[in-house]
């Protein structure tokens, strides 16, 4: 009898992630499932926080064996799926070996981008501008250039390509890379490309329009309203040593030279935040307080590319998975996700029966050191020249002029170092398995207790 009271509550789950949408067979999500009931049916004597820790220990050691094979000092990962909050971390925030802190704060690369458009949706709420607006209509700046005859929506779903008379990142003033970005020229319009250019751009255009910063722009849109406590442009000094993800950490700027040139953040890069606040944010996001309905459609409705929302730099459900997006088979169809090249990555979804899921990766392999990074660089150009490929520079300095003081920036380029295929997206999918397992264990309780609304949080740390 008992166990007919477990078939059942399996047998009814998996009727329920059918008929929310989700591309994984049946045998693929009752595995999971049945997984978790077992766990769940030999520990009733435990509490749900001895519960959940059994049902990471896998995801704990495909962290821990990723970390320990590619030059990743530490990581911060997360699977939150309503009220049940789990948190693991591992190794270090820095080449000292010092333990990465809970309020560890992640450079998270092009994520930016998708706080530039909550930004810019909010501004179309407003009034301020609407999606069918030239630029040169809303900005005299650009009145007289190529850049003026683009539209707010060409922008925002990454449907131009640009070409700039120079490299940012050569520029050594912000004065001359504003310069290089006003007058660089727009080609193959209505062509999605994923670019920085145009986030960088809109970035530029909202500060002009609102007279604002885009800090202050994102303290109104974003911070105050999510009550986030650790999110960034421009970092306080008490808060650098909480620095990771970036080889610039300890002088408060991010892993990109582009940002960098700019004065550190320029709408595609430059924000800092801890998982507490990334978690937030996703919540933030499903529950509507930030983003509006349209464009929370608009993240996870096939667009201009098939594996890629209209909102251009989100990334949506495919039935081949992990393979074609950046979200596992197993996550309902309603999941997008954003990534950045440091490899980080945040799923954020609520399913049609009002589930709130959101995961978070934040990797640290920027965080790796010079040395090891000139080494890790030999080593690939190594295995190049034996492919009779070209060598490539993935370590590299700059030096830009700030306050008539040369400051001295460094790039270490981690994508090559750490195979997104055999790093983010293995965690994609552990982390896709274990909000199933946490999604069971919630409607198991619910059975039992409906209003059962307590908040569960587990944080594991690896030695």
């Known amino acids: 009898m008992v166990y007919n009271v477990y078939l059942e509550i399996i047998e009814d789950f998996i009727k329920k992630i059918q008929v929310e949408g989700c591309y994984a067979k049946e045998c693929e999500i009752r595995q999971v499932v049945e997984e978790a009931m077992s766990i769940i049916k030999t520990n009733l004597d435990k509490t749900l926080e001895e519960i959940i820790e059994i049902m990471i220990d896998e995801n704990i050691e495909e962290l821990e064996h990723i970390r320990n ?110 310069n290089c970005l006003y007058t660089m020229e727009p080609y193959d319009i209505g062509i999605y490309n994923d670019n920085d250019l145009g986030m960088m751009l809109l970035k530029e255009v909202m500060e002009h329009m609102t007279e604002h910063t885009y800090q202050e722009l994102l303290e109104k849109y974003i911070i105050k309203p999510l009550n986030l406590t650790d999110t960034y442009v421009k970092v306080p000094k ?18 990109d030279p582009n940002a960098n040139a700019l004065g550190g953040y320029s709408g595609h890069a430059g924000i800092f935040v801890s998982n507490h606040d990334l978690v937030a944010l996703g919540y933030g996001v499903a529950k509507e307080m930030i983003l509006s309905k349209e464009a929370l459609n608009s993240a996870y409705t096939k667009g201009i590319k098939e594996n890629r929302g209209r909102m251009g730099n989100t ?14 088979k197993l996550e ?55 492919a009779n490929k070209p060598s490539q520079k993935l370590v590299r300095k700059y030096i830009f002029s700030r306050n008539d003081q040369y400051v001295k920036y460094d790039l270490i380029d981690p994508r090559q170092m750490v195979p997104d295929d055999d790093s983010v997206r293995k965690v994609t999918t552990s982390n896709a398995k274990l909000t199933l397992k946490l999604r069971l264990l919630n409607d198991f309780i619910k059975r039992y207790d409906k209003n059962n609304e307590k908040e569960v949080t587990l944080v594991k740390r690896m030695k």
């Open 69 to 178: 094979k590619y030059p990743i000092p530490g990581y911060t990962v997360s699977v939150n799926v309503n009220n049940i909050h789990v948190k693991m971390l591992g190794g270090y925030i820095n080449e000292q070996r010092e333990k990465i802190p809970e309020n560890a704060l992640f450079d998270i690369a092009s994520m930016t981008k998708f706080y530039t458009q909550i930004i810019a949706d909010n501004l179309i709420k407003e009034k301020i501008f609407s999606c069918t607006d030239k630029i040169k209509e809303i900005d005299n700046t650009f009145l007289h250039t190529k850049l003026g005859e683009l539209t707010i929506e060409d922008i925002l779903s990454f449907k131009v390509s640009f070409k700039t008379n120079g490299r940012l990142e050569e520029c050594q003033s912000i004065e001359e890379a504003l």
């Open 315 to 328: 990334y949506i459900t495919h039935p081949q998975g992990i393979e074609m997006s950046c979200i596992d």
């Open 238 to 255: 008490d808060k650098v040593m909480l620095l990771t993800g970036s080889s610039n950490a300890d002088i408060g700027c991010v892993n």
């Open 332 to 386: 309902p169809k309603t999941n997008f996700a954003i990534r950045g090249s440091t490899r980080v990555q945040t799923n954020i979804g609520k399913t049609t029966s009002g589930d709130i899921i959101t995961n978070t990766i934040l990797l640290n392999p920027a965080s790796m050191g010079l040395i090891k990074a000139y080494r890790e660089e030999c080593k690939i150009n190594a295995e190049r020249v034996l």
